[in-house]
């Protein structure tokens, strides 16, 4: 089983920086592509970034030129640094990766808020 625990989040001002970090206790499971969704109440759970395992990167439009991620294999981490932070960026992140042959996972999320 893949278990993935993030952190990072917390309450900045808008314009500030956070990171998050999500960590994968994988063991030997190999990890494919590793993401971060977001989600507010009464929103539909929404893709921010993901970084595949060739480290091709994509971002919704709305965090690309603000948000960065990557990831370090040698501790199964994926991190998504955020700057420029918006009020609109609050909202739950949630760490998603894919492990070779095993499927789908889901962190249990963690809070980033943006006051204005």
């Known amino acids: 089983q893949v278990q993935l625990v993030e952190s990072g989040g917390g309450l900045v001002q808008a314009g500030g920086s956070l990171r998050l970090s999500c960590a994968a206790s994988a063991g030997n499971v190999r990890l494919a592509d590793m993401g971060w969704f977001r989600q507010t109440p009464g929103k539909q759970r929404e893709l921010v970034a993901r970084?595949?395992?060739?480290?091709?990167?994509h971002y919704s439009d709305s965090v690309k030129g603000r948000f960065t991620i990557s990831r370090d294999n040698a501790k199964n981490t994926a991190y998504l640094q955020m700057s420029s932070l918006k009020p609109e960026d609050t909202a739950v992140y949630f760490c998603?990766?894919?492990?070779?042959?095993?499927?789908?996972?889901w962190g249990q999320g963690t809070q980033v808020t943006v006051s204005s």
């Open positions: 998603h990766v894919v492990a070779w042959l095993k499927g789908e996972f």
């Open positions: 970084i595949t395992g060739n480290l091709n990167t």
